[in-house]
T-cell receptor, first 113, second 108 residues
Framework: EADIYQTPRYLVIGTGKKITLECSQT?????MYWYQQDPGMELHLIHY???????EKGDLSSESTVSRIRTEHFPLTLESARPSHTSQYLC????????????FGSGTRLTVV | RKEVEQDPGPFNVPEGATVAFNCTYS??????FFWYRQDCRKEPKLLMS???SGNEDGRFTAQLNRASQYISLLIRDSKLSDSATYLC?????????FGAGTTVTVRA
């Protein structure tokens, strides 16, 4: 069973709204990640964290921001949503030493109208 | 050049067939290798790790060739339920790089 949870599962929101996508994991993993994936396309890393108070930008430029105040929680925020932000957002976590791969959440499918 | 490259397919095969495909990676210092499976509109899930000596998990066999910098996945006796996109994943400094995926469709 998945031990990493994302909410909401689906979100439809108007342009200009501020939104926060939640991600929590109960595995005690130090590393957490946010990926963006359009239908039928590859995953793009947009943010990652190696632990509390650590956040880094990923390979794909994103207007979103993240925070890591607690080990288990890694929320992603869009201050002003735009239609170009419509996508699926996947959160993942892994042990610091790697080697065991990632565990992904079920994703948030965001539509900005 | 992308860090991880895969043949996108699709590979359309009948039930019971064997299907195999590769993935190449550009960083010779890559440390760990995985195959993930992603079903349509779902999150990726770890299928298997890939070890230098090669490894099997039921009908799935993974191989790593460090000299030529590629990994492979072979599916024997394919089932309808094997239809999915298979993602090649490579780690560098604890960061995972994903290939774009190879789509496999198994038909009855």
């Amino acid at each position: 069973e998945a031990d990493i949870y994302q909410t909401p599962r689906y979100l439809v929101i108007g342009t200009g709204k501020k939104i926060t996508l939640e991600c929590s994991q109960t595995m005690g993993h130090d590393k957490m990640y946010w990926y963006q994936q359009d239908p039928g396309m590859e995953l793009h890393l947009i943010h990652y964290s190696y632990g509390v108070n650590s956040t880094e930008k990923g390979d794909l430029s994103s207007e979103s921001t993240v925070s890591r105040i607690r080990t288990e929680h890694f929320p992603l925020t869009l201050e002003s949503a735009r239609p170009s932000h419509t996508s699926q957002y996947l959160c993942a976590s892994s042990e610091l030493q790697g080697g065991s791969g990632y565990t992904f959440g079920s994703g948030t499918r965001l539509t900005v109208v | 050049r992308k860090e991880v490259e895969q043949d996108p397919g699709p590979f359309n095969v009948p039930e019971g067939a064997t299907v195999a495909f590769n993935c190449t990676y550009s960083n010779s210092a890559s440390q760990s290798f995985f195959w993930y499976r992603q079903d349509c509109r779902k999150e990726p899930k770890l299928l298997m790790s890939v070890y230098s000596s090669g490894n099997e998990d039921g009908r799935f066999t993974a191989q790593l060739n460090r000299a030529s910098q590629y990994i492979s996945l072979l599916i024997r006796d394919s089932k309808l339920s094997d239809s999915a996109t298979y993602l090649c994943v490579v780690t560098n400094d604890y960061k995972l790089s994903f290939g774009a995926g190879t789509t496999v469709t198994v038909r009855a």
